[in-house]
């Protein structure tokens, strides 16, 4: 991966961000229910960053970033999981995977969303339209990946995870999703919260939870403003006696390589490779979609390759 330096060099900057950047889980009401909170600051700056992305993009997009960096909470060894929405929409769709690693990757399906009226938009929901909604896990100790679909019924990433939970899991689960952007219109905090029911768990106590979540405020202005993730859950949910577990970093992070590039070249159909030896480009370009990053080749290093 090709990953745009947003610390301009400033090596104590980017430690600093990378330490502040973790996935907590934890659990309350006596274990009933459980949980995870992201802050995902640096994560959403660097994908906004690589994809060239502007705020509107930014907030969608880093959105699913969150959503699929709060689900890797629940994964373990070599596991894998991917949110896919396909709409109608301006946004047209986007592709995200996380693994247990807590390393999250993906992409808007446009490059640049087309509202008819920006500085109107009130509600996401008009961006997505109709569509669909795929979960996809890709679990180590499973022959096949298990995958759900649902309809669009919300408009709001959010949202729309909560009913596929319940209505393909049957496990009620919440989530709040959050990019807080400055007045430059630059992301200063992102994160946010995820909740799920264990089997058996209190209605009441899950009620509770889900209410205390929906009036939280934005978790990214919360981060922004210095509050840590351990606090936001510890002082907001204290009356379900949460218990932290531990945590882990979440990273924006994609395993392609100059290597792996090389290897899809080699991988050409004979009559491609001659077209590309005769014809160019030179250099020729390869993209990754998941992160962006761009791997260039020369005639020398093709002919090197091909020959």
Request: some cysteine; hydrophobic content about 35%; aromatic content about 10%.
């Given at each position: 991966m090709i990953k745009k330096d947003i610390f301009n060099n400033d090596v104590k900057e980017r430690f600093k961000a990378a330490a502040r950047e973790r996935i907590h889980r934890f659990t309350m009401a006596d274990g009933q229910i459980r949980g995870a909170v992201v802050h995902a600051t640096r994560m959403v700056n660097e994908m906004g960053a690589n994809h060239a992305l502007g705020p509107l993009e930014t907030l969608v997009l880093g959105q699913a970033y969150i959503a699929a960096a709060l689900l890797c909470s629940t994964l373990k060894g070599k596991d894998r999981i991917s949110l896919s929405i396909q709409c109608s929409g301006p946004v047209k769709g986007l592709d995200v995977e996380a693994n247990a690693a807590g390393?999250?990757?993906?992409?808007?399906?446009?490059?640049?969303?087309?509202?008819?009226?920006?500085?109107?938009?009130?509600?996401?929901?008009?961006?997505?339209?109709?569509?669909?909604?795929?979960?996809?896990?890709?679990l180590e100790d499973a022959r096949t990946p298990y995958s759900g679909q649902i309809p669009l019924e919300q408009g709001s990433i959010a949202e729309d995870l909560a009913v596929y939970f319940l209505k393909s899991e049957q496990i009620p689960t919440g989530f709040k999703l959050s990019v807080f952007f400055d007045e430059h219109q630059e992301v200063a905090g992102a994160g946010g919260i995820f909740l799920q029911a264990m089997p058996g768990a209190d209605p009441g106590k899950v009620t509770a939870a889900e209410n205390i979540l929906q009036s939280l405020d934005s978790a990214g202005r919360a981060f922004a403003s210095g509050v840590s993730p351990q606090a936001l859950i510890t002082k907001n949910f204290a009356s379900l006696?949460?218990?932290?577990?531990?945590?882990?970093?979440?990273?924006?992070?994609?395993?392609?390589?100059?290597?792996?590039?090389?290897?899809?070249?080699?991988?050409?159909?004979?009559?491609?490779?001659?077209?590309?030896?005769?014809?160019?480009?030179?250099?020729?370009?390869?993209?990754?979609?998941?992160?962006?990053?761009?791997?260039?080749?020369?005639?020398?290093?093709?002919?090197?390759?091909?020959?």
């Open positions: 390393e999250v990757r993906g992409y808007l399906k446009t490059q640049s969303i087309h509202a008819a009226d920006p500085d109107r938009i009130t509600s996401l929901s008009s961006l997505f339209g109709a569509g669909f909604l795929t979960v996809t896990k890709y006696s949460p218990r932290l577990l531990g945590q882990f970093r979440v990273e924006f992070f994609c395993r392609c390589s100059r290597d792996r590039m090389q290897g899809y070249i080699k991988g050409l159909a004979p009559e491609e490779r001659a077209d590309i030896l005769e014809n160019g480009p030179f250099p020729l370009e390869i993209r990754c979609h998941h992160c962006n990053s761009v791997y260039q080749f020369t005639e020398k290093d093709l002919k090197a390759i091909l020959d």
